[in-house]
């Protein structure tokens, strides 16, 4: 994993034993409606629309999951009061993402899952743990997920975390469906059908 920037604040720090990654302790954030989590409403007041990157959605309280963003997202990212991106490609993250990134003290966690096609297929296991682990971590939400078009990379992730919380396999690939739609691969759903979640706490 990767942590291409840190926060260092004035406060004081914390750190997680299973990974190099710093955490701070940061402002309480204000609740986020569920309006301006639609996008329904602007960020200022100023009458400025937000849009959400492209495949957007709320995961759970405070995880949120979507595809690349672009530079038109931004507002709607910082609308959202991020505290981290856990970001799913090996590629390295265009530098226009990184200053709006430092300018607003988001970290960002990269696990650099390679893109596979079927029938070539290799999900690592281990990087996903350890996605969801930091997922999983409270100080680091809000917290967007997303790969490239947060459908493959981005479900399995979502689909594991599912499992931690319970929902059945019905469930869990109906919501994988819904994002990768006519790109849905089996291999993808096999490998959350089989991913062992019990050694994991929520």
């Keep these: 994993m990767k942590v291409d920037h840190e926060v260092k604040p004035e406060g004081g720090e914390k750190m997680c034993r299973s990974a190099a990654i710093k955490f701070v302790e940061l402002e309480p954030l ?3 409606s569920s309006a301006m989590a639609n996008g329904k409403l602007d960020s200022n007041g100023d009458g400025e629309e937000l ?12 995880i949120y999951r979507s595809g690349f963003p672009e530079s038109a997202n931004f507002s709607y990212l910082k609308a959202l ?7 799913l490609c090996p590629e ?12 607003n003290r988001i970290q960002l966690l990269q696990f650099g899952i390679e893109g596979t096609k079927e029938p070539f297929v290799d999900i690592p296991e281990d990087t996903i743990r350890e996605a969801l682990k930091v997922v999983l971590d409270v100080r680091n939400h809000p917290l967007l997920i997303h790969c490239k078009r947060g459908k ?9 975390l599912r499992k931690m919380q319970r ?8 919501e994988y469906q819904r994002f990768a739609a006519a790109k849905a ?7 959350m059908e089989l991913f062992d ?3 994991l706490k929520r």
């Design 30 to 32: 204000p609740k986020l």
């Design 51 to 62: 849009y959400p990157p492209v495949n957007f959605s709320m995961v759970d309280y405070g």
């Design 81 to 87: 009061g991020l505290r981290s991106i856990v970001y």
């Design 92 to 103: 390295a993250y265009p530098e226009h993402n990184l200053e709006f990134l430092k300018s």
């Design 152 to 160: 493959h990379r981005t479900g399995c992730l979502v689909g594991c």
């Design 167 to 174: 929902w059945s396999l019905l469930s869990i690939f109906d």
């Design 185 to 191: 691969r089996i291999s993808d759903q096999r490998f």
């Design 197 to 199: 979640a019990s050694s």
